[in-house]
């Protein structure tokens, strides 16, 4: 069993920058791949970032890659998303998930585990 909490949402302005956490709780959370995951209101929830268990492969999707950095501390039981050059439609609520195996990380229902969500607005 996986608990994940996430942090690090917040306001702030288009161009800035916000690092989201998502904390674990599991003594085998280190055998897991982490997925984040945002969804706006109205939408469906897209794939943002994933990372594997060792942390030595990464995936994301388009429209963050140069902008975001997905990384993990095993050590601390935490995962990281540095989100740099904010836009106003990286609005949504982001949550983390985590799974066994790094095959089609960018589908949802392939995660065992989710956060709750933190909610990242950027204003225009």
């Known amino acids: 069993q996986v608990q994940l909490v996430e942090s690090g949402g917040g306001l702030v302005q288009a161009g800035g920058s916000l690092r989201l956490s998502c904390a674990a709780s599991?003594?085998?959370?280190?055998?897991?791949?982490v997925g984040w995951f945002r969804q706006a209101p109205g939408k469906e929830r897209e794939f943002v970032a994933a990372i594997s268990w060792s942390g030595d492969r990464t995936y994301y999707t388009d429209s963050v890659k140069g902008r975001f950095t997905i990384s993990r501390d095993n050590a601390k039981n935490t995962v990281y998303l540095q989100m740099n050059s904010l836009k106003p439609e990286d609005t949504a609520a982001y949550y983390c998930?985590?799974?066994?195996?790094?095959?089609?990380?960018?589908?949802?229902?392939?995660?065992?585990?989710w956060g709750q969500g933190t909610q990242v607005t950027v204003s225009s």
């Open positions: 998930a985590a799974r066994i195996g790094f095959r089609e990380v960018v589908v949802s229902t392939k995660y065992d585990y």
């Open positions: 599991g003594r085998t959370f280190s055998s897991y791949a």
